[in-house]
């Protein structure tokens, strides 16, 4: 006899994922819509921010001043960075968000000043940074611009109550010491920068502020719920596929056990045990040729065991189906229903003997594989096994289990006949082609039948 089988390649791991998103793409598409739908709300709701950012530039004296001994006129630390930490932490104070609040008036207090406001010395540099957060850009400036007022103000409001103590302790000084003339520079010095009016060593750095909007824009909040819901969308779908352990396509079958595809069949194909009694009804074409095919592979008769991985997969219906197409020829069939158990194995044997004394083919309809180890034997007394796989309802640990209980008894079924409501009516078996779920045609799978 000849052969002809086909075996499914394993597909890689990220087609049987692909396979899914295709397959459940209402869920895909309905958890999209639903972030797109909640970044939509995100978006309307959410009131928009702005910060505005200035920044005063630090002119720091030198560490070994004596000047200015007693002020708090900016000194050299040594470090940039260091200094600008250092003029930060005193700036974040009662005082100047006090005085803020009084120039911006309206509703503005020392706590919602001192909540809008960020001040932050910048890295290796002589730099503090000062950021003002509100609900519109014009508002943000005010504040930054006012808390940067308030700053310089208050400062130089200490700073020249101190110049004026240090003037008088020089004066003092000047009675009784003999560096006169160093003690008089000194006071020039600061008497010069008391007129100045403002501190010398720290003053703000370029015009207006520069404005920035807070959080993100509805296009970028609608690209990320895009992108967000497809991808929940897609672990939604892979995860619905790992929960639900049914076969969903033939694919699904041959990856799982690859065979030959003998015949594909739906359900509304098959015939009840009652209907091929009385008389023989109308055969269809998908069940004629897998019953030519099982005439050819054992010309003078013999037992078929159709054997299932899970209870309901089809197995009796189809036993029947292929008798009666059988005994639609010049052979005779019959179906011998048998439920097994542990100890029954030589009553199988007994009762296929006696049907066979009646008819030329008896198709032992057992218990589904997954029963046990005994529901194999069937498989093993008969000259041929096929397997019955209904798509979307054989449990896939059941088939694969299914494989293990065959392997291990050495029955190897001859092919698979395929259950799938995708499968139109009168259609015959198509080529198995593991990588392309196409429509069926009036081509078949093997010519003959591997005993």
């Known amino acids: 006899m000849g052969h002809s089988t086909q075996h499914s390649p394993e597909a890689p791991a990220f087609a049987g994922v692909f396979r899914e998103l295709v397959r459940r793409w209402p869920v895909v598409l309905l958890v999209t819509l639903a972030a797109l739908a909640a970044g939509a709300v995100a978006s309307a709701t959410n009131d928009p921010s702005y910060t505005a950012h200035v920044r005063l530039l630090i002119t720091p004296l030198p560490q070994g001043d004596e000047t200015f001994l007693g002020t708090s006129l900016v000194r050299d630390a040594g470090d940039a960075g260091r200094t600008a930490s250092t003029l930060a932490s005193t700036m974040d104070s009662d005082e100047v968000d006090r005085a803020t609040a009084r120039r911006l008036g309206g509703d503005w207090t020392v706590g919602s000043v001192h909540g809008a406001v960020d001040v932050k010395p910048l890295a290796n540099a002589n730099l503090v940074e000062i950021g003002a957060r ?100 897609a672990l939604a779908a892979v995860g619905m596929s790992r929960l639900d352990r049914r076969v969903r396509s033939e694919q699904d079958v041959l990856e799982t056990y690859p065979l030959p595809v003998l015949a594909r069949v739906h359900p509304d194909l098959m015939l009840r045990m009652a209907e091929v009694l009385p008389t023989l009804p109308r055969q269809e074409a998908a069940f004629a040729r897998l019953a030519e095919r099982i005439q050819l592979a054992i010309p003078r008769g013999g037992t078929i065991a159709l054997a299932s991985a899970s209870s309901g997969d089809g197995r009796t219906p189809c036993a029947t189906s292929i008798a009666a197409a059988i005994a639609a020829g010049e052979r005779t069939a019959t179906v011998l229903d048998v439920e097994l158990e542990p100890a029954a194995g030589e009553d199988l044997v007994r009762l296929v003997r006696k049907a066979r004394r009646r008819a030329n083919f008896v198709l032992i309809d057992g218990p589904p594989l997954s029963a046990g180890g005994h529901a194999a034997r069937a498989a093993v007394v008969a000259d041929m096994c096929l397997l019955v796989v209904r798509i979307g309802h054989t449990d896939r640990q059941d088939l694969r289990r299914a494989r293990e209980l065959l392997e291990k008894t050495g029955a190897k079924p001859a092919g698979l006949v395929l259950v799938d409501a995708g499968v139109g009516r009168g259609a015959e078996a198509q080529p198995s082609n593991a990588r392309n779920n196409a429509a069926p045609t009036a081509s078949a799978d093997v010519v003959a039948i591997d005993r």
């Not at 611009?145 to 310089?152: E, H, N, P």
């Not at 110049?163 to 010491?177: G, I, K, P, Q, V």
């Not at 160093?182 to 520069?210: E, F, N, V």
């Open 134 to 233: 509100a609900s519109g850009a014009g508002s943000a400036s005010r504040v930054a611009t006012a808390f940067a007022a308030a700053t310089l103000n208050e400062r130089w409001r200490k700073i020249a109550a101190e110049l004026d103590e240090r003037m008088a302790a020089l004066d003092d000084l000047s009675e009784t010491s003999a560096d006169e003339g160093g003690l008089a520079r000194d006071r020039q010095i600061l008497s010069a920068t008391r007129r100045g009016g403002r501190d010398p060593t720290l003053s703000l750095q370029g015009g207006a502020p520069k404005i920035s909007e807070d959080g993100l824009s509805p296009a970028v909040v609608m690209v990320l719920a895009l992108i967000g819901g497809l991808l929940l969308g």
